[in-house]
């Protein structure tokens, strides 16, 4: 018996007993996951459809990614062996293509807070993101049924991977009042408070299988160093992405006890990016400092455009644009990622049981 669930296992991917359907991911983020939400939402000032967006994968076309290639949570999934979820805003998905792929509800400029990247006038929150899902839970308990979309839903991957614009593009910004409302103590209480109401109500949902992805040293990001007179990390910055992610370590190994059947891990890369960072070559990377899509020597470019200068090799660069890594970083941190959460392919994983819990063999 068991020999026959692996074999269709590997012919039609994991079909879950009880509900026809799969395990799937449903992703939750900001441009760093963003894989076309902005592009559907015209207004919104933070977009990755232009070259050369998109180089690297696919037809090299523009496809809503920010990066030459692929995200972080692509390539975690991939490794998984999990389908890649398609934007929740692409309006010719249907049901089907949700039990099969799953979503992707990532956005970016979005943040865990509503009022964080304002500027960008349009953006998903993490709030309006658990919206979207909460409508998407209606759309497949109308096509499957109330009890097949509850181990849909049980079973299914989660990521949680926002933070990042809380800062960048809120608390570190002037314009934005959160920035004279809180000091990085209250700021801290604040952001971490919501995330852990946005959390248990994704588990009253029914996530039981969820990562939360911390930050990176984000006071290096390119955008960052041209706002010091050095050229230097802000090191008041990267503090404060170290604060979060200990905070939200803490968060998720206590929401981990708390909530029954749950499995919700926590991990960052920060430490191997900062190595990364300060010595490029370590890891066959020739700059860290600069983004490989710049628009001639007018930094900081919002975005990479058309009119852009492209490194000469850009798998040897850390950073793609002003904000966000590249390809091939994005391939390291995921590496790190995947080491810290101890996750092994959900092929490898056999028939699924009532209280589902991914085999926690540590990968070398
Ligand atoms: C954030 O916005 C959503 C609407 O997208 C709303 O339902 C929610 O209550 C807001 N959260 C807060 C804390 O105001």
Same mark, same amino acid.
Not at 315 to 320: A, R
Not at 355 to 359: E, F, K, L, V
């Given at each position: 018996m068991k020999i026959i669930v692996i074999i269709v296992a590997i012919i039609f991917g994991i079909v879950l007993e009880g509900c026809n359907c799969k395990i799937v991911q449903f992703i939750f983020g900001d441009s760093l996951s963003d894989v076309g939400n902005n592009m559907h939402l015209s207004r919104s000032l933070a977009q990755a459809n232009l070259p050369w967006y998109g180089i690297d994968m696919g037809n090299g076309l523009p496809n809503g990614r920010f990066s030459n290639g692929r995200t972080v949570a692509d390539i975690i999934g991939d490794k998984l062996g999990l389908p890649r979820p398609p934007p929740v805003l692409d309006t010719s998905l249907t049901e089907k293509d949700i039990l099969i792929n799953g979503l992707n509800y990532a956005s970016g400029g /979005? /943040? %865990?807070?509503?009022?964080? /990247?304002? @500027?960008? %006038? =349009?953006k998903l929150s993490l709030d309006k993101q658990i919206e979207l899902f909460q409508g998407t839970q209606e759309l497949i308990r109308g096509k499957i049924g109330k009890r097949g979309a509850e181990i849909f839903f049980r079973e299914a991957r989660y990521v949680v991977a926002l933070g990042s614009n809380d800062f %960048?593009?809120? @608390?570190?910004? $002037?314009? @934005?009042t959160d920035s004279w409302t809180y000091n990085d103590e209250t700021f801290m209480d604040y952001l971490i408070g919501t995330l852990r109401r946005q959390l248990k109500v994704l588990y009253s949902l029914g996530a039981r299988q969820l990562m939360v992805f911390g930050l990176g040293p984000m006071g290096c990001i390119p955008l960052q160093r041209v706002l010091t007179t050095t050229g230097n990390c802000r090191e008041k910055v990267n503090k404060l992405a170290v604060t979060f992610n200990k905070a939200s370590n803490e968060l998720v190994n206590e929401l981990a006890k708390q909530l029954p059947n749950s499995n919700y891990r926590f991990g960052d890369a920060y430490d191997v990016v900062s190595d990364l960072i300060s010595n490029p070559t370590k890891y066959g990377f020739e700059n860290s400092d600069k983004p490989c899509c710049s628009f001639g020597r007018i930094r900081p470019a919002l975005t990479c455009v058309p009119a852009s200068i492209l490194c &000469? *090799?850009? &798998?040897? @660069?850390?950073?793609? *644009? =002003?904000y966000h890594p590249s390809d091939s970083a994005n391939e390291l941190i995921a590496n790190e990622l995947i080491k810290k959460f101890g996750f092994s392919r959900v092929d490898q994983v056999a028939a699924p049981s009532p #209280? $589902? *819990? %991914? #085999?926690p063999s540590p990968q070398n």
């Open positions: /979005g /943040g %865990i807070l509503n009022e964080t /990247g304002t @500027y960008f %006038i =349009e %960048i593009n809120n @608390y570190l910004m $002037p314009v @934005y &000469s *090799d850009r &798998s040897k @660069y850390v950073f793609w *644009d =002003e #209280a $589902p *819990d %991914i #085999a």
